[in-house]
């Protein structure tokens, strides 16, 4: 059973480049999230994805914009990159709707963007 | 937005002792959750603790929380060098499937 998987794991950009970082749920799964970490920092919410919609947005640019493919996977697009953007990007996964969902989440290895 | 807050930023230990990493939060929540990440590498989910239930156990992860305080505490017995890692607790407000807000996070070293 395949778990989430991103692409690429790693990438460097020059500021004011876009970027596509890529995510691919767990089987089963149908709600993606996506987080951004900078160094030594906590996960932080940029978006979330149930059927093709953003369904929940945290305090992010609108240089971030999403995507989700009908086989529920998802891109995280970022525009006019700035040096504050390198940090490792992080998808999760997850089933909303399933019958007793709590909460948990599946999360990617993640991507690592490092802006010049 | 920070939600939680780990406490102590950085913690020391020997194989075989106890680690107490502790997380307030300042919003109402549906559940609290702590997530373990290994250097650079992605989150995996420990434990779950609904809000209404003081404490759960997993194989040597106990978790408590005090609603009240808006506090919870993950403790890790016997520790080994593998649990070297950072542990971040995680809200979702008021519904589960909500966006977890995560804290910064505690540094834990065990050294053998």
């Known amino acids: 059973d395949a778990g989430v998987t991103q692409s690429p794991t790693h990438l460097i950009k020059t500021r004011g480049q876009q970027v596509t970082l890529r995510c691919s749920p767990k089987?089963?799964?149908?709600?993606v999230s996506w987080y951004q970490q900078a160094l030594g920092q906590g996960p932080q919410f940029i978006f979330q994805?149930?059927?093709?919609?953003?369904?929940q947005r945290g305090n992010f640019p609108d240089r971030f914009s999403g995507h989700q493919f009908p086989n529920y996977s998802s891109e995280l697009n970022v525009n006019a990159l700035l040096l504050g953007d390198s940090a490792l990007y992080l998808c999760?996964?997850?089933?909303?709707?399933?019958?007793?969902?709590?909460?948990?989440?599946?999360f990617g290895e993640g991507s690592r963007l490092t802006v010049l | 937005s920070q939600q939680g807050e780990e406490d102590p930023q950085a913690l020391s230990i020997q194989e075989g002792e106890n680690a107490t990493m502790n997380c307030s939060y300042k919003?109402?929540?549906?559940?609290l959750q702590w997530y373990r990440q290994n250097s650079g590498r992605g989150l995996v989910h420990l434990i779950l603790i609904r809000s209404n239930e003081r404490e759960k156990h997993s194989g040597r992860l106990r978790v408590t929380l005090d609603t009240s305080k808006k506090s919870s505490s993950l403790l890790i017995t016997a520790s080994r060098a593998a649990d070297t890692a950072s542990y971040f607790c995680a809200t979702d407000g008021n519904q589960a499937g909500t966006a977890l807000i995560f804290g910064k996070g505690t540094t834990l070293s065990v050294s053998s």
């Open positions: 994805y149930y059927e093709e919609e953003e369904r």
């Open positions: 919003t109402s929540i549906n559940n």
């Open positions: 089987s089963g799964h149908d709600t």
């Open positions: 999760a996964s997850s089933s909303l709707f399933v019958a007793g969902y709590t909460g948990e989440l599946f």
